[in-house]
């Protein structure tokens, strides 16, 4: 009889819009299985999954035996959390902004040294390419410019200020480095952290993110990348490559409808690539 193939083991961390898609496509799938389900109020889980899944402490989680645990709840998950989970599991970071805080970043570096850790690419187009240039030192500068509807925002002051005075104008809100962005739209901002954390050898301080709030992009959200590589800019003979990811959205909708989607692959692909960083 042939041996019946061990199923990978998922923890979830959250039951918001993405743990509940996850969970979803997870229970659905033939190679996966729930290992826990964990949200910061039990309320949320009772009636929807079974007693079993739920996991009432997150601090429990290695009874459960994950091989995998997936992050969709709050950046502040892994700064507590993130180097506990990887002493036993593979992590993917669904809230990869709370890398922006420098210690934080060093810890689950340092802890990914047994199991990997996981950012998923969420709308970063060509992700990989921009962390071989790091890895090679080639990529010398990167710019990720995200334009949404004001409706689409979840902001912390100053912005949400800025955005609440836009009418009939698309207006900048911030343009400078990705680290000082990354706690004032930490739930806008994910795939600009998912790039500085590509692009390691710029990092959260010189991968520069622009957050655009334009009136008319009603159903969209546009993700723009340019990427500068070697050579000589000021004669216009550098190596270059510029990206617009437009991706629909329904009104008012901070998570664009392809990126649930995008998130699921990510998940299926967060395993095997051994110790350090990867992007999925
Ligand atoms: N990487 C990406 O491309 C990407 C894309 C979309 C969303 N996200 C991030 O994934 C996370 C989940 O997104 P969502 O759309 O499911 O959000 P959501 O608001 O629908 O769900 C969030 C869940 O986390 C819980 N939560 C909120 N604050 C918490 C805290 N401080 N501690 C513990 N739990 C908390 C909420 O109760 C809720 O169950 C967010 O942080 C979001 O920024 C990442």
Redesign the pocket.
Known sequence: MAEEKKKKRVGI?????????LYEAVKAHEDYEIAFVW???LD?LKGKIPANFVLEDLGQFASRNPDVIA???????SAQYGPLFLEKADYM?????ALAEQHVEDRLRQAASHHGLY??????WGGGDIQKMADRGTLKGLKITMTKHPDHFRLASPLKEKNASVTDKAITLYDGPVRGLCPLA???V??M??GAIAAHNLGFDKVKGCLVSDPSLTEWHHVEVEVIGPGDHEAGKAFSVNTLRKNPAKPGA???SA??V??LS?LLRAHDMGPGVHLC
């Not at 961390?13 to 898609?21: A, E, K, R, T």
């Not at 970071?93 to 902004?97: E, F």
């Open positions: 961390v959250g039951f918001g819009n993405l743990g509940q898609y949200n910061r109020t949320n992050e969709v709840a709050h950046p502040s998950i970071v669904g809230s990869p902004t950012i998923p690419a969420g709308a970063l930490p739930h806008n994910n795939t952290a998912a901070v998570t664009g990126t649930s995008s998130f990510s």
